[in-house]
Nanobody, 124 residues
Framework: QVQLVESGGGLVQPGGSLRLSCAAA????????MGWFRQAPGKEREFVAS????????YYADSVKGRFTISRDNAKNTVYLQMNSLKPEDTAVYYC?????????????????WGQGTQVTVSS
């Protein structure tokens, strides 16, 4: 069992940056692949980025490629999402997810554990 808690969201101007963190409680964090998803009002949840258990493999949605970076620190039981060059369309609740998944790790239904989400608002 893993409990996930996101932090780092907030209000930022277009072009700005934020770093989201997802802290995991549990001794098995390093075994799990991790992902970030987001959901904007009135829209379905969408994949943002994923990272495999040892950090060697990452995957990004086309909409964030080159602007966002996912990373993890297994010693700190934490996964990060560095978001640069933010756009208004990045506004959403961001969720981290964990599990043992295959492929690009972009399907939400493959993840067993979810955080409660953190709001990111990009607006001038």
């Amino acid at each position: 069992q893993v409990q996930l808690v996101e932090s780092g969201g907030g209000l930022v101007q277009p072009g700005g940056s934020l770093r989201l963190s997802c802290a995991a409680a549990g001794r098995t964090f390093s075994r799990y692949d991790m992902g970030w998803f987001r959901q904007a009002p009135g829209k379905e949840r969408e994949f943002v980025a994923s990272i495999n258990w040892n950090g060697y493999s990452t995957y990004y949605a086309d909409s964030v490629k080159g602007r966002f970076t996912i990373s993890r620190d297994n010693a700190k039981n934490t996964v990060y999402l560095q978001m640069n060059s933010l756009k208004p369309e990045d506004t959403a609740v961001y969720y981290c997810a964990g599990g043992v998944v295959v492929g690009t790790r972009s399907r939400g239904d493959e993840y067993a554990y979810w955080g409660q989400g953190t709001q990111v608002t990009v607006s001038s």
